[in-house]
């Protein structure tokens, strides 16, 4: 499997690694067929996401998956974050393996996740803004 620079450079160094203790918005996703667990947790102050860190279990490409999606969503508005998607994730990487792909669908829905928890912390309903979230059971993971 051949990986870009970018993807190896974010699965050496990964950005925004660990958990926010006052986070107002939590998300976790995870994919049971190959095992990869992502978790977000943001600072959300203002309609701005003020600080966002990740853990995840699983496999490189799922770390840089996780690590570009939080360099993405870091210092933007809540509806800026909930437009991001798995392609512009992979695209940010300069790609992925059509295998390892799965890894930015389940970076999109960690961080919808912790954008719909943010809603429900609120008591507003996330399904207008946030659609159903999955656990990404139909990525193909082999």
Known sequence: M?????????????RNVGEIEDANAVGQVGNPVCGDIMKIYMKIEDNIIKDVKFKTFGCGSAIATSSMATEMVKGKTVQEALALTNKAV?????????????????????????????????????????????????????
């Not at 051949?2 to 699965?11: G, L, T």
């Not at 059509?98 to 912390?121: F, G, N, Q, T």
């Open 2 to 14: 051949i990986y870009s620079e970018k993807v190896m450079d974010h699965i050496a160094n990964p």
């Open 90 to 142: 992979a695209e940010a990487l300069d790609g992925l393996p059509a295998v390892k792909m799965h890894c930015s669908v389940l970076a999109e829905e960690a961080i919808k996740a912790a954008l719909a928890d943010w809603y429900k912390r609120q008591g507003i309903d996330p399904t207008p803004f946030v659609g159903e979230i999955g656990d990404c059971s139909s990525c193909s993971c082999h």
